[in-house]
């Protein structure tokens, strides 16, 4: 089993697997009809939920503690319980963020939240936005809808502190994905390019410094 990328470089096919996993160098198993990507799947936002959860349960700990102790004040555990809750809640946001690549499209789910899109009408209607924080860099994919809006991707998601290794990452990744959604007979590439209108300050500009990067280059305007 062989395919290319869009931008036309061989994917390698030996010892290909039969199941689907995020950052495998190898081409997605054509007998694989759904890929399921979670916020998770990579091990440093694994480290980041673990962090998150342990915080929230530390605080959970702290604030049952301060009730239990007849010597404190009411009002002290106020911080601590409304600290553990945030956590907790954040953890178990990150915990069901998933995403899901099948026949009918792209499926994001968070908690109560389904946002489902169709795919793009060419490779370029996917992009990944790398944005920096305090302490690292974060790296996901980004869809553009008919109307030139962008939609979110939830997972998979790469963070590290290299800006240029989230984003190859991210990149290596993406079009594995557009591969086999064009193999499977998901996805066609009829080179329809769609402007980004709205959005951060800059976006369509930073997009299109990245397909220049990537050999996808974007009509002249």
């Keep these: 089993m062989t395919y290319q990328t869009p931008g036309g470089q061989p994917l390698p096919s030996q010892g290909v697997p039969t199941k689907y996993r995020v950052g495998d160098p190898h081409p997605i198993p054509l007998t694989t009809d759904r890929l399921v990507a979670r916020t998770t799947s990579t091990p440093l936002m694994v480290g980041a939920f673990a962090v998150i959860g342990l915080i929230g349960i530390l605080l959970l700990i702290l604030t049952i503690v301060m009730l239990l102790d007849p010597t404190d004040e ?9 600290g553990a809750v945030f956590f907790l809640l954040l953890a178990a946001l990150v915990l069901t963020m998933r995403t899901v690549f099948d026949a009918n499209g792209v499926h994001s789910t968070m908690l ?62 993406l079009n594995r994905i557009w591969a086999w959604a064009v193999a499977k007979g998901y996805a066609t590439d009829g080179g329809r390019y769609i402007i980004v209108k709205g959005g951060l300050p800059g976006l369509q500009q930073m997009r299109e410094d990245q397909e220049r990067r990537c ?7």
């Design 74 to 82: 009411p009002s002290l555990w106020v911080g601590p319980g409304a």
């Design 112 to 173: 109560f939240y389904k946002r489902e899109i169709p795919w793009p009408p060419s490779r370029t209607g996917f992009f990944v936005l790398v944005q920096r924080t305090r302490i690292s860099v974060v790296a996901r994919l980004v869809a553009i809808l008919p109307d030139g809006k962008i939609h979110y991707i939830f997972a998979p998601r790469w963070t590290g502190v290299s800006y240029d290794k989230a984003e190859t990452k991210a990149l290596n990744e």
């Design 215 to 221: 050999g996808i280059l974007p009509p002249l305007r």
